[in-house]
């Protein structure tokens, strides 16, 4: 799996960071897991979200090919994307993305996981994610709960 170990998941959201300087988008929530990947992706101001994604997975692909050793395709198949039409599927997207990684049995509590949005809101770190808005934090108070250290 391409995204198995902590190095190639940091490796991944690396490259997101640099996408985001170079594109226009909001991440609402996500999660990297071994072998996929889920992102709640706004682009904004005019910006494809196929170009954010292209960009995004074939710069880590040149990346894990050059540390990996590899050549040739990285990414079994295309990204797959719909829309998110309202309130309700966003909410049911949003947790899922959450909850993906007990589902897979990588954790027993969501909050164990540290390749995803709430992960990144609990510590307070921006990078990846903007500033939630206070709807979503209403809906999702986990999200907004610092980490008590």
Same mark, same amino acid.
């Given at each position: ?12 959201? @690396? ?27 706004? *682009? ?13 997975? @074939? ?21 797959? @994307? ?22 897979? @049995? ?34 999702? *108070? ?8």
């Amino acid at each position: 799996m391409i995204l198995d170990n902590g190095p190639m998941k940091e490796l991944f959201l @690396s490259v997101v960071k640099r996408a985001k300087i170079k594109y226009d988008f909001r991440i609402e929530n996500f999660c990297i897991m071994g072998n996929h990947f889920h992102f709640i992706i706004q *682009p904004r101001n005019g910006e494809s979200l196929s170009a954010i994604m292209q960009w995004i997975m @074939s710069v880590f692909a040149m990346s894990y090919n050059r540390i990996s050793g590899f050549t040739g395709h990285v990414w079994g198949c295309r990204f797959f @994307s719909r829309i998110i039409a309202g309130l309700r599927q966003f909410m049911q997207v949003f947790e899922y993305i959450d909850d993906n990684p007990v589902e897979a @049995s990588q954790v027993a509590d969501r909050r164990q996981w540290r390749y995803g949005g709430l992960a990144h809101d609990r510590a307070g770190c921006r990078e990846l994610l903007d500033e939630m808005p206070e709807w979503v934090r209403l809906l999702f *108070p986990e999200h907004a709960l610092p980490v008590l250290c």
